[in-house]
């Protein structure tokens, strides 16, 4: 079963349609991406997912927003969606109450994934979530779940390539360093390669991944490599090795430029308003405005239906 | 070949050689399978296209036309990047054939044509796909509309399995589609099965002689490489029961219904006892074990096995207690001895059993199967152990000595056909009396939420006495 080992990949002609027909500039759009990621990671830690389950959310999400404007729903809908979705069919299931708690506190003004300076004082008052509250994400929520799954056509299967890489640095006897920290480093750009607005994950098998995770984590370490190109053991090409390198090293770099570029994303949970504003500030019409209140509306009747 | 660090990476250039040279056997074997999905897509997309250009004529020529022609064109590999210059490197790079995804299409690509069942557990239909006129059964997913849940685990965990499944003997899912109120949560979807024209059970209850033993014997072999196949692929079946196989009319058995069916990987998720229809059910989740394996499978196909003989079920209990005293009445009493540690099984506990007599403790498989061989005997003796540890794994029954002696199993090809229901008239609704099919669906939500709908039932069983003799 090559599932095991190899995912989907977005085809050219689907990339290129996605950037032709964005509905975002290119610098927003991958702001929204990076803090939407970064969300779905939050979430997974407060809801004790483990990393394996958090990044196939990630991973969805990605795949998901390949073909549907991020414009089209709440950022942090699509983000519970998915996680909830992933941890479903996973073997550590979540409540869709737990998820509402916490996607609740982390857009409060408690949350601690936007620190405000001082310490933030834990109010429950501030993410307490009425019974209607809930019960509007929850429909979101589900809603979303049938719409990504169906965007999806209902396959949810990732092959990660964390097991991967603890194989390859095992073969590779772990480049003669300490096994904790030459695994961490590269364990550690492989999380960060979730966030690249690249899209690493729906551009790249899980072998070139990890390969190149290891060859980052050899080269801060000062690990001395084999001198053939042994990345072809690997099944990865000097090219796709190269741009995966520099594509990895290069995030951090990008999100210092994003904290300047965007200094109020990291404020708050972000939302559409949010980017509409700052649309707005650019003088940019923003896509699909009119649809947005009628969704809104759609929300009102349907609570009231359920009354 | 650890030695020192720096022979080993010296010593690479034959070691490449080498691996290049495994690389590329393995690479051609998954290549030819790639090619073979991919020559299916081929086919089904050409067959789409022509379809589509000549509207009208959709016939079978069409699918062989295309056949010979994809099968004459090498398969597409994705390239990212163009071949590398090979000056210095002669390695071939692993590539899979892998695809992308694209939106699930409309069930309006669709056409029904007659309903084959419905009952408690969903909706099939017979319908012929208006592109290209071949036929495939419709399978509509069963959604609980308002469920708190969402879409019902168990739906996406068949979806999931038979996405990954290739395999001759178990049933093939071309894709999935989905209803028009693409934004409404409870949006239907369906599956898009290969259509098989009979259900083991409708056979066997309609056909005047019983199986002959070299038939059934080849019916045994196709389950059991079917389920040697999702064990190897960490797949339990958990519903085997005839009505769950398929017949072909050219003799070929597929395994159906993956709705609870699940993955059990490393480390084991928490797995639900109440799984399997009432009469295929293994004494260790009768008696509520807690952790249970491929065993529970092996256990069914036991039962399968004296039913394909018999043509009746083996052990038709009316609830969980009396299922359980019919297996010990056919199986014998269990003892420390023969099933070791079964007192701690949570139903077991409080279970009062009978003075063990020798001949009362045995097993009577033996006297009511005395047309079957000595080899068949000892392997239905070991389906049907009580211990699960001591069930042979379906790979290992494949190696049976059963399966070796005369009567041979017969070919495929020479099977019987047998008047095709499916084909015109609704199936019959199967065992009318066995309870677990409606509680069985409800079980998906066990695992999450914790609340044990439709348990009561079963918990009742939990303290039960029985009396023997």
Known sequence: ?307 | MSTKPKSRWASSAEDAEYEARQKKEKEEKRRKKAQKLQEEEEEKRKALQAAASQAAETNDNDDNDDAASSSSRPSKRRKLTPEPASNNSSATLLRFDVGTWKPSRSVDNYDKLNDIEEGTYGWVARATELATGRVVALKRLKLEAGDPNGLPVTGLREIQILKNCRHRNVVAMEEVVVGNDVSKPDNSIFLVLEFVEHDLKSILQDMPEPFLSSEVKRLLLQLTSGVAYLHQNYILHRDLKTSNLLLSNRGLLKIADFGMARYVGDPRPKLTQLVVTLWYRAPELLLGTRTYDAAVDMWSVGCIMGELITREPLLQGSNEVDQISKVFELCGVPTEDSWPGFRRLPNARSLRLPKQSPLASGSVIRARFPNLTAAGASLLNSLLALDPEKRPSAKEMLEHEYFRQDPKPKPESLFPTFPSKAGQERRRRHEPDAPVRGQAVALGDVDFSGIFQGRDKEERGAGFSLRMV
């Not at chain 1, 994950?201 to 899980?206: A, F, G, K």
């Not at chain 1, 923003?286 to 009102?300: A, F, L, M, Q």
């Open chain 1, 1 to 307: 079963m090559s599932s095991l080992l190899a995912n989907p990949l977005a085809t050219p002609s689907q990339l290129y349609r996605r950037a032709s027909s964005a509905t975002l500039p290119r610098d927003v759009d991958e702001a929204v991406y990076f803090a939407t990621q970064c969300l779905t990671q939050a979430a997974g830690r407060l809801l004790q997912l483990p990393q394996s389950v958090t990044a196939q959310a990630n991973v969805l999400l990605a795949r998901f927003w390949l073909a549907e404007s991020p414009m089209a729903h709440e950022f942090s809908d699509i983000s519970a969606a998915t996680i909830y979705l992933v941890s479903k069919l996973g073997p550590l299931p979540r409540s869709p109450r737990d998820v509402s708690n916490v996607y609740a506190y982390l857009s409060s003004a408690n949350s601690a994934l936007f620190p405000s300076g001082e310490l933030p004082k834990d109010d429950p008052r501030a993410y307490y979530q009425t019974e209607a509250d809930y019960y509007a994400f929850q429909q979101r929520m589900l809603g979303l779940e049938a719409r990504i799954l169906q965007s999806l056509s209902f396959d949810t299967q990732v092959s990660l390539p964390y097991p991967l890489a603890i194989t390859y640095l095992q073969t590779l006897d772990f480049l003669s360093q300490p096994r904790t920290t030459v695994s961490l480093r590269t364990i550690q750009y492989l999380n960060t390669a979730l966030l690249s607005p690249q899209m690493l994950y729906i551009t790249l098998q899980p072998n070139a991944l990890a390969t190149a995770a290891i060859y980052n984590a050899a080269r801060d370490l000062g690990a001395k490599m084999p001198e053939h190109e042994w990345w072809e053991v690997f099944d990865v090409d000097r090219e796709e090795l190269g741009f995966l390198v520099v594509a990895m090293r290069s995030v951090e770099g990008w999100m210092q430029k994003l904290k300047e570029d965007f200094p109020s994303f990291g404020n708050n949970m972000l939302k559409r308003s949010m980017v509409e504003d700052e649309l707005h500030r650019r003088g940019l019409q923003v896509g699909n405005r009119d649809k947005t209140p009628r969704d809104e509306e759609d929300e009102v009747m349907r609570m009231m239906d359920s009354r």
